[in-house]
C-alpha cells in the first residue's frame, strides 16, 4: 500500500483537475452572463450544463467493472479522462468569446462544456473508486479534507481567478492556462503505482453486474435496516437548499454592485481560502466528536449563513448602501460552513461505500445528492425572478430548517 502522505497528495491532485472547470463554470460563468444582463430564469437553465454530474451513476458500474488491470483498474480511467480534459480546454480556448452571440458559437461552446462535464464526472466516479480502496477507516476523514481542499482550490483557480485574470489577460491565454493546471496535476497519478489487489475488483464487480439493470435490488442495499433508510433521506434532503439558493447567490453579487474583480478575489477566491479552511477545521474536528453530531452542528451553522444571505437580500431591496466587506465576509462564513458540510458528508458516503463497488455507490450517492441540486437549479432563477431575492432567500432558510429532521431521524437511529 502506498504511503499515507502520497495517498493525500494524490486525491489532492485529482481533485484540484476536477475543480478547475467545474470552478468556471459554477462561480465564473454565472457572474459573466449576469454582467452580460442575462435573466436569473436564463442562468438557471446554464444549469443543464452540470446534467453529467447528476446522470453518472448510470455508467459507474461500467468503470468498476471494466479497466486494465495491468494498467491499474482506475488509473486506466482517470488518466485518458483527464488528457481529454486538457484538449477541451486548448479547444475552448480557440473560441471567440466575443462571438459568443452567435448561435452557431453558442452551441459549440454549450456542447465543449457539456463535453467537459461528461469526461470530469467519468474521472469522478474512478478517482472516488480509488479513494474508497486506498483509504482505510481512520484515514477517510483526512483523505476527504484533501479531497475538498482539492477541489475548493480548484474553484479559487476555475472560478475566482479567471474572473480576475480576464480584466487584464485575453480569454485564449485564461483556458490554455487552465489546460496547462490540469496537465501539470495529472503527474501524480501517471506515477501511482496502483495496488495489485485492485485486480480483484473487476472480477467482484461483474458479480454485482445486476447493480444497474435492476434498480431496485441494488436500492435494497438501503433499506435493509432503518439506518440506511434514514441516511438515504439524508441524501435526498440534504442538497434541497444549496440547489434552491446556490445560482441566486453569485447574481446577488453583481447586483449589490460588485465589480468582476471584486468578486473574483474577494467573493470567490477570498471564500474558497475560507472553504480550504473550513475543510482543515472539519478535518481535524472528526478527530473528537462522531461524524452524526458533526454533521447535525454544521448543518445548523449553515442555516445561519443562509440567513446571512437573507439579510443582505434585505438590505438590496431597501436600497440601503452595505460596506463590501460585510459581503465579503457573509460569503467567506457561508464558503467555510459549507466545506465543513462536504468533508463530513462525503466521509459518510465513503464509510457506507462497499469495497468490491466502490465506485457505483459513492457515485450512486454523490450523484443523488446532484440530481436533487440540479434539479432545483432551474427552478430557482424561476422563483428569484417571481419573488425577488429577500423573499426567496428567506423562504430557503426555512427550508434548512425543515432540512434537519432527517439528519436527527437518521442521527438516532445509529447503534
Known amino acids: 500500500m502506498p504511503k499515507t502522505s502520497n495517498i493525500y497528495l494524490l486525491l489532492f491532485s485529482l481533485y484540484w483537475a476536477q475543480g478547475l472547470p467545474v470552478g468556471f463554470m459554477t462561480h465564473a460563468l454565472p457572474v459573466i452572463l449576469r454582467a452580460e444582463g442575462v435573466s436569473l430564469a436564463q442562468i438557471g437553465g446554464f444549469g443543464l450544463l452540470m446534467l453529467p454530474w447528476s446522470i453518472k451513476i448510470f455508467w459507474a458500474p461500467f468503470v468498476d467493472r471494466f479497466g486494465h488491470s495491468a494498467f491499474g483498474h482506475y488509473r486506466s480511467w482517470i488518466i485518458p479522462t483527464q488528457l481529454c480534459s486538457v484538449l477541451i480546454l486548448i479547444g475552448l480556448s480557440f473560441l471567440p468569446i466575443q462571438a459568443l452571440n452567435?448561435?452557431?458559437?453558442?452551441?459549440?461552446?454549450?456542447?465543449?462544456?457539456?463535453?467537459?462535464?461528461?469526461?470530469?464526472?467519468?474521472?469522478?466516479?474512478?478517482?472516488?473508486?480509488?479513494?474508497?480502496?486506498?483509504?482505510?477507516?481512520?484515514?477517510?476523514?483526512?483523505?476527504?479534507?484533501?479531497?475538498?481542499?482539492?477541489?475548493?482550490?480548484?474553484?479559487?483557480?476555475?472560478?475566482g481567478a479567471i474572473l480576475w485574470a480576464l480584466d487584464?489577460?485575453?480569454?485564449?491565454?485564461?483556458?490554455?492556462?487552465?489546460?496547462?493546471?490540469?496537465?501539470?496535476?495529472?503527474?501524480?497519478?501517471?506515477?501511482?503505482?496502483?495496488?495489485?489487489?485492485?485486480?480483484?475488483?473487476?472480477?467482484?464487480?461483474?458479480?454485482?453486474?445486476?447493480?444497474?439493470?435492476?434498480?431496485?435490488?441494488?436500492?435494497?442495499?438501503?433499506?435493509?435496516s432503518p439506518?440506511?433508510?434514514?441516511?438515504?433521506?439524508v441524501l435526498i434532503t440534504f442538497k434541497i437548499a444549496d440547489g434552491l439558493a446556490g445560482p441566486l447567490l453569485k447574481p446577488l453579487m453583481v447586483d449589490l454592485g460588485l465589480t468582476f474583480s471584486q468578486i473574483g478575489i474577494y467573493v470567490t477566491m477570498l471564500g474558497a481560502l475560507a472553504a480550504l479552511i473550513g475543510a482543515g477545521l472539519a478535518g481535524l474536528s472528526l478527530r473528537f466528536i462522531s461524524r452524526a453530531k458533526a454533521l447535525l452542528s454544521f448543518s445548523i451553522l449553515k442555516i445561519f449563513s443562509l440567513a446571512a444571505y437573507s439579510w443582505?437580500?434585505?438590505?438590496?431591496?431597501?436600497?440601503?448602501?452595505?460596506?463590501?466587506?460585510?459581503?465579503?465576509?457573509?460569503?467567506?462564513?457561508?464558503?467555510?460552513?459549507?466545506?465543513?458540510?462536504?468533508?463530513?458528508?462525503?466521509?459518510l458516503v465513503m464509510q457506507y461505500s462497499r469495497k468490491h463497488i466502490a465506485g457505483t455507490d459513492f457515485t450512486f450517492q454523490v450523484a443523488l445528492m446532484a440530481t436533487v441540486s440540479g434539479g432545483l437549479y432551474s427552478l430557482s432563477g424561476i422563483l428569484g425572478d417571481l419573488w425577488g431575492y429577500a423573499t426567496y432567500l428567506t423562504c430557503i432558510t426555512g427550508v434548512a430548517v425543515l432540512c434537519l429532521w432527517p439528519i436527527l431521524r437518521w442521527k438516532n437511529t445509529e447503534s
Open 102 to 159: 452567435q448561435p452557431v458559437y453558442l452551441l459549440a461552446f454549450f456542447i465543449a462544456l457539456l463535453s467537459m462535464n461528461l469526461v470530469g464526472a467519468t474521472q469522478d466516479i474512478a478517482t472516488d473508486g480509488l479513494a474508497v480502496n486506498i483509504l482505510q477507516n481512520e484515514q477517510q476523514h483526512w483523505g476527504n479534507t484533501f479531497q475538498v481542499i482539492g477541489s475548493r482550490l480548484g474553484f479559487i483557480v476555475g472560478g
Open 168 to 224: 487584464w489577460l485575453n480569454w485564449q491565454n485564461t483556458f490554455l492556462l487552465l489546460a496547462g493546471l490540469v496537465l501539470l496535476n495529472t503527474l501524480p497519478i501517471l506515477c501511482f503505482k496502483e495496488p495489485a489487489q485492485f485486480k480483484n475488483i473487476q472480477h467482484a464487480a461483474e458479480q454485482e453486474a445486476f447493480s444497474w439493470r435492476k434498480v431496485k435490488n441494488y436500492l435494497c442495499y438501503f433499506y435493509q
Open 227 to 233: 439506518h440506511l433508510t434514514g441516511w438515504l433521506v
Open 312 to 347: 443582505l437580500a434585505f438590505q438590496y431591496e431597501s436600497q440601503q448602501y452595505i460596506q463590501p466587506w460585510v459581503i465579503y465576509l457573509i460569503n467567506a462564513a457561508e464558503d467555510m460552513i459549507s466545506a465543513m458540510l462536504l468533508v463530513v458528508m462525503l466521509t
